[in-house]
């Protein structure tokens, strides 16, 4: 997979009904699918991702983009736990 695809794959893996969405700036998950009932949807997301091959080298783009189509989840922060006053 080359950086011009990256909008391809996520348009295609959201038309094969992958929940396609970045965590925080970690990762991103594509293999759930919106309805984990859909058991064919497994199936096209799979083809999906072999169909464009590797993208490893290009996480970082792939995160960026996914923000910039807010497809993401956020991770709430922790509160703070520190004991005030201790």
Same mark, same amino acid.
């Given at each position: *997979?080359?950086?011009? @695809? &990256?909008?391809?794959? #996520?348009? $295609? *893996?959201?038309e094969a +009904?992958s929940n396609?969405? #970045?965590? +925080?700036?970690? %990762?991103?998950?594509?293999? @759930?699918?919106?309805?984990?009932?859909?058991?064919? $949807?497994? %199936?096209?997301? $799979?083809?999906?991702?072999? $169909?464009? %091959?590797?993208?490893?080298?290009?996480?970082?783009?792939? &995160?960026?983009? =996914?923000?910039? #189509? +807010?497809?993401? #989840?956020?991770?709430?922060?922790?509160?703070?736990?520190?004991? =005030? +006053?201790?």
């Open positions: *997979m080359t950086k011009d @695809e &990256i909008e391809a794959f #996520v348009t $295609a *893996m959201i +009904g396609v969405q #970045v965590v +925080g700036t970690i %990762g991103y998950v594509v293999a @759930e699918p919106v309805d984990p009932t859909d058991r064919e $949807a497994y %199936g096209r997301i $799979a083809l999906v991702s072999s $169909a464009f %091959g590797e993208r490893d080298h290009l996480k970082d783009e792939i &995160i960026a983009y =996914l923000h910039e #189509v +807010g497809r993401l #989840v956020d991770i709430p922060e922790e509160p703070d736990t520190a004991v =005030l +006053g201790s």
